[in-house]
């Protein structure tokens, strides 16, 4: 029987409320299901639409004959490239229904660029989407010639590859697929697995580069190896544009240092190894070469394939096999003829030696144990060694190689008979054609000839001296008899510099064996002193003259053997007046000047006669006055001279030569000075200080005349300049005289100088432009160097003038004069000292505070920032009682995010001191506590932008000490500044998120008392990567 329920719905109300019940979840799945599919219909129409609008810029930038358009296509393009938008409009442009494969590939250039710089702001939902978008435009996309992928689907493959270099698991499913793709052994579709396999490795390699820790993307692409290597070994034979990107391939994945080496590669992939070989020889095929020498270069290096002597059986068999196989080929291309031919190797010769080289280098040490099946190699790398330069210097790294194994473990012919050959070839190659003349008509490169003899030649000709010993000086001895051509004579003379270093030693060494008996090593002193008193007495003799280059071999040996030539005077004094007469004559004066002046320094004790020197004086002075040789040549002259003053046999002899000195440069000074229009004193800013060689003093736009006239007050300046620097360089090493006795600082030579020239010194000060003013402040450098506290009577001038100096015209050598006046003078001149800083500290701070570009002055800023550091640690109380020192404070704190490295450090680290403080500056902590209290959060908020985006990566380091330094400093108020900076929306914290668990952990770490450094420096690091996006 039917039961009545009070209040229930009847039977059909019961039927409706059922469907009632049943239907409303399937409506709403319904409802969501076409709100789905209308959320997405919109955004394939807003995709469509930007992918049009981005379309028709690049038409505009590519196609519009109109500059205007060009630019603001090129704006919106750069705008729009940032946007969020671009993701979709891209991926439109590059599906196969594009017909425009330029379009397309514009398009696919720009999804790798963002996925190389926006890949962390994707979900994962977006990435699978769009990892699946590019693998199929890939394979939609048209292919190229002989089938190869066209220029769009490359670089499709390339924007894959990019992301699964950043994203786990993600590059071995690609791998996987691009191995299912080249199964089918399709010229089409193996292709394109070919260039992925290839962009691969090469994503997980630039990634690993770029960001210093292993790539998301390298979990198994090891064990994945071998696969792949087999799938290349299979599409190489296709066509050869195949093999050119199968062999790129290999070089991508060599690279990885996935276990791959010669003798896995022999044992495993045979045919692939033997393909890459004779890709080598290929004729008229220099693609082929060239990624031929490419891959087996990467397959040759140090961690792919390590080849000791003690090597297993299976890598001596590789090795064996594969220089037998280079022998065949090196047939094939005709290596001896066309190497000996004299003619210029061609690309395909070339590589081919290349090659033939790196595999001979990295089995150097089986060739020197070698029983004899490898000594065919080094017949061909002596072919190499013979050929031109650029394939001789190939085969330098094999012949030093061959150094590491002794030579008595080493096969007889490794031994003193193949360095004979090597010495009579390099000797050749280190010597000028018979008919050269000069550079300009000779069929040589200079640049690669000097890098030739200089860098590789001289190395090898290291070992043969060693090796052969007398044998070798015999060789040298025989170059210089009878009356060779000036080029074999030059080399000659090359040799022996190049060389200095290890003859000296040679001569340095005991010639006697442990039991007393003249040894090996006394002949060789022995023959080694008797070619230097040959060489030498010939120079000295010498009338400098001919050929450019062999004045400059002459006078480079005479500058390495300045201190072998102090044995003899004569020998001595004879080179002295060939380098005056060659630095007279112009041949190579620089050499000659340099050459001078280790003669100087090396001689000094036995030409420091009073007679001598006033002998030397005369001619030298005359030198260094001459307008026609480059200031840089007068100066050395004039240090050397200064060398030999310092070592006067007394102070009043050093006076008279040091007046002699200066005498001239003073003539100079009193007469170009007037010709220097006098300073207003105004202080001018860097940015905005006069330069003469731009015309910013407003004087060009007077015509010809007022060019004219600025050309001329830069060209006296520059003398001016030259002569103060002469100066300075002439009482430069005096700080060695000594006045004896007790005597006063007015009796010092340098003081009585100095007396002399201070009208002219000072007239400079009020004259001078920046590099007037430059020259006489490292002058008053040297001075203070010199006469340490002797100069302070002349003190309050030089402050004076440092001061009006740097104010009128702000220039790096006023700030490291006063550095030094403070190291030296602090305690004794404090009042002078404090006033001439204060000064420097306004303009400064006065100066970053109004100007647009902060970092215009990098050089200026280091050097202020260390003037205040150097306070710090040496006069505190001078920089922390000055009223602007909150200015300071300020100042440096701007400059904490700048991106130039050496002031911002310098800043950095004047901060930290700042802070910390030191023990001499406890008096003073007041000064720093207040600052900190004042501008603290400001600080602390440059530090935060700094590490998290605005400075470089070698900054990072500093920003961190930094931060720790305030934490520790103001432990209770840090919580609440980085609370606040990490608020604040100007502030750019890259792809850290404002609000979430990375940014309150980092300041739950930051700002935890009693953290130790490391672990303080682990949060910190640990934040500015994942602002960088290099972690997550």
Known sequence: PRVSIPGAPSSAWSKHWLLLAWGVPTLALVVRRRAGQHTASRKRMAHAAHATNLRQAYALLTASSSEAERRAANEWLVGFAKTAEAWG?????????????????????????????????????????????LWSAACGRPSG????????????????????????GLAEESTRLALSLAAAADAVQGGLAVELLGALANEVVAEEEATGAASPGRSGLRALAPAVLCALQALAPLSSSMCIGCLRALQAWLALNAGSSLASLYAGQGPLLAATLNALAAVNNEPLNLAAADALGELLTSTNSPLPASAPRGARDAAEAVAAQFGVLAREVRLAELLMSGEPADDRLFYFCRALCAFAERCVDLVAVTEGSLLPLVELLLLCAGGELRVAELSIDFWVGLQDTA??????RLRAPLYRRLATLLLDKCTLPAEFTSWDEAAEDEEEFRRFREQSALEVLGACLSLLACEFVGQLQAMLQGSPPWQKLEAALFVLRGLHVQIKGALRGSAADGEGRPSAAAELQAALNQLLGFVFGQLAAWRPSGATLLVESAMRLVGAFAKWLQRDEALLRGCLRLVLEAVQAGGAPEHAAEAFRALCIHGRRRLASAAYLSELVGPCTALAGSAALASSVRLTLQEALARLVGAAPSPAEAEQLLHALVRAPCEQLAALLPHLPPSDGASVPPETAPRASDGSDGSRGSGGEASATVASTQGVEEAVATQLALIGAAIRFSDTIHVGGGGSCAAHPVFAVLSYCWPLLQDASRRGGPSVLQALLELHGRAMGCLGGGLAPLLPSILEQIGTTFCRRPVVGALECLTQ????????HEAPLSDTLEKFVDAVCGWLASTAAPEAEPELLSAFFELCHRCLVFRPQLLLSLPCVASLFDAAAACVAHQEFQHTRAAITFLCLFLSGTDAANLYRESAAHCLQRSGGTLLRYCVQGLASASPANLVDHQIELLRVIA?????????????????????????????????????????????????????????????????
Request: proline letters at 5%; aromatic letters at 6%.
């Open 968 to 1032: 520790e400093s103001a432990p209770t108020a840090v919580h609440g500044w980085l609370v606040a900076a990490l608020a604040d929306p100007g502030l750019d914290l890259g792809a850290l998120p404002r609000q979430g668990a990375a940014a309150e952990a980092f300041v739950r770490g930051a700002a935890q008392q009693h953290a130790t450094v490391a672990a303080f420096h682990c949060v910190a690091s640990e934040f500015s990567r994942v602002c960088r996006g290099k972690a997550r």
């Open 407 to 412: 030579v008595a473990q080493r096969h007889e």
């Open 89 to 133: 409009a891209a991926e439109e442009l590059v599906r196969p229904s594009e017909a425009a494969e330029e379009v397309a590939f514009f398009a696919a250039n720009l999804l790798y660029s963002k996925i190389k710089t926006e890949w962390h702001t994707l979900a994962d939902a977006p990435r699978r989407q769009l990892r699946d978008a």
């Open 145 to 168: 010639g002989e089938g190869q992928p066209g220029p769009a689907a490359r670089r499709l493959c390339l924007a894959l590859a990019a992301a699964a270099a950043r994203t786990e």
């Open 821 to 828: 006046a403070i190291e030296l003078y602090g305690e004794s």
